[in-house]
């Protein structure tokens, strides 16, 4: 108890290892954003007509298809971590733009995930992919990545925690459980997302 209290009241900085743990959270998170590009898809005659009134001056539908393939197949590259930086720039585009558009509409019901997920695409575009994606190990063997990323053999173990406390916690919201099924369910995801930490080298 008193290890978790220093921790939780102190001002110590994350070492590498558990920054690049929060940043595969962080890219995990990037899931939520592929909905909203599927239902465009499922949508798309409606929307090609007027697609918020072509936002960047290209066209309906063009405007409409470059959304999408952000939405999805920029958020899914994140995911994975391969040129994270360039999707979140992409995205924190397009979610600007959305931005903008919903700028004069109520906060709380259609102004707030936009913004804050300018604010965690622009939070990527700082951090990278970090040590557990895809640019890492293709670009291990370059002197810039070598001496920051060495894999380990509780490297895994991270990975499949931080997985792991994702799908639990997103289908604990998706999913219609009992009150007391979704706070054990959140609560087996918080103690995972934890082991994923304790996992990391100090």
Same mark, same amino acid.
Request: hydrophobic residues 55%.
């Given at each position: 108890?008193?290890?978790? /209290? ?13 920054? %690049? ?21 499922? *949508?798309?005659?409606?929307? %090609?007509?007027?697609?918020? @009134? ?25 995911? &994975? @971590? ?8 992409? &995205?924190?585009?397009? /979610?600007?733009?959305? =931005? #903008? ?25 700082? &951090?990278?992919?970090? #040590?557990?994606?895809? *640019? ?11 001496? #920051? ?5 509780? *490297? ?15 289908? =604990?919201?998706?999913? *219609?459980? %009992? ?6 369910? &959140? ?16």
């Amino acid at each position: 108890m008193k290890t978790f /209290l220093t921790w939780a009241l102190s001002g110590s900085q994350p070492t590498a290892e558990r920054l %690049s743990v929060l940043t595969l959270f962080l890219r995990l998170f990037a899931v939520i954003m592929i909905p909203y590009g599927l239902t465009k898809v499922n *949508d798309f005659s409606a929307l %090609s007509l007027d697609f918020f @009134g072509n936002p960047i001056g290209i066209g309906h539908v063009p405007s409409l298809i470059l959304t999408i393939v952000a939405q999805i197949g920029c958020s899914a590259l994140i995911i &994975l @971590g391969f040129q994270t930086r360039l999707c979140a720039m992409i &995205l924190a585009f397009n /979610l600007a733009v959305a =931005t #903008k558009f919903h700028f004069f509409d109520p906060f709380c019901s259609t102004t707030a995930l936009p913004v804050l997920c300018v604010g965690l695409y622009i939070t990527l575009i700082v &951090l990278g992919s970090g #040590k557990y994606s895809i *640019d890492a190990l293709m670009f291990r063997k370059s002197s810039r990545f070598s001496s #920051k990323y060495v894999y380990n053999n509780n *490297d895994i173990k991270v990975v499949l925690c931080m997985i792991a406390a994702c799908i639990i916690t997103i289908l =604990t919201f998706a999913l *219609d459980f %009992s009150g007391i099924t979704s706070f054990m369910l &959140l609560l087996i995801a918080g103690i995972l997302f934890l082991c994923s930490f304790m996992f990391c080298k100090e």
